[in-house]
T-cell receptor
Framework: LAKTTQPISMDSYEGQEVNITCSHN???????ITWYQQFPSQGPRFIIQ???TKVTNEVASLFIPADRKSSTLSLPRVSLSDTAVYYC?????????????FGSGTQLTVLP | DTGVSQDPRHKITKRGQNVTFRCDPI?????LYWYRQTLGQGPEFLTY????????KSRLLSDRFSAERPKGSFSTLEIQRTEQGDSAMYLC?????????FGQGTRLTVV
């Protein structure tokens, strides 16, 4: 099981770009990297998923270097409403508990 | 609303009582997951269904916990003889593949 390591917390200011890095040294060939966001008293919400290089959608970008041992979630121009816990997950897309194993996440606090 | 629905949203029960939670996944999602989350921690995996088959079960799921997914549609999670340590948010998620969609959870308080 690929273990992930992310910072416990990060602070940022409104309008700044935020980069959260996740380490996953034991990532397997078939593993994807997925990020979820969770607000208090709500279930996690899918943000973005990638396998290699760069993926971008309407809310974030995901940068994955060639060795895939780490990944960086980039949130452009954060606002107060981006304050949440962000989880990095590594696993196959085949459907299993391994696909959705959460760590402790990164608490992002956006300050005015 | 076509999202994952969980019922009830909140449940307060006395220690020793049985409780049952329901999850209605997004229709046609064949994968369904149950998680438990306590304050300050990430969601912990409990069990996984593919259609009606319960394929994986965490060691966290003691004999007091049981989950079903009859006909591969909605799912129920039952906790028998509740203990104070069962107090947590219970989350359900469904998935058609890579992306999982979570419900808002059922918050259980055992007093």
């Amino acid at each position: 099981l690929a273990k992930t390591t992310q910072p416990i917390s990060m602070d940022s200011y409104e309008g700044q770009e935020v980069n959260i890095t996740c380490s996953h040294n034991n990532i397997a060939t078939n593993d994807y990297i997925t990020w979820y966001q969770q607000f208090p008293s709500q279930g996690p919400r899918f943000i973005i998923q990638g396998y290699k290089t760069k993926v971008t959608n309407e809310v974030a970008s995901l940068f994955i270097p060639a060795d895939r041992k780490s990944s960086t979630l980039s949130l452009p121009r954060v606002s107060l409403s981006d304050t949440a816990v962000y989880y990095c997950l590594v696993g196959e897309a085949s459907g299993s508990a391994r696909q959705l194993t959460f760590g402790s996440g990164t608490q992002l606090t956006v300050l005015p | 609303d076509t999202g994952v629905s969980q019922d009830p949203r909140h449940k307060i029960t006395k220690r020793g009582q049985n409780v049952t939670f329901r999850c209605d996944p997004i229709s046609e999602h064949n994968r369904l997951y149950w998680y438990r989350q306590t304050l300050g921690q990430g969601p912990e995996f409990l069990t996984y269904f593919q259609n009606e088959a319960q394929l994986e079960k965490s060691r966290l799921l003691s004999d007091r916990f049981s989950a079903e997914r009859p006909k591969g549609s909605f799912s129920t999670l039952e906790i028998q003889r509740t203990e104070q340590g069962d107090s947590a948010m219970y989350l359900c998620a469904s998935s058609p593949g890579r992306e999982a969609f979570f419900g808002q959870g059922t918050r259980l308080t055992v007093v």
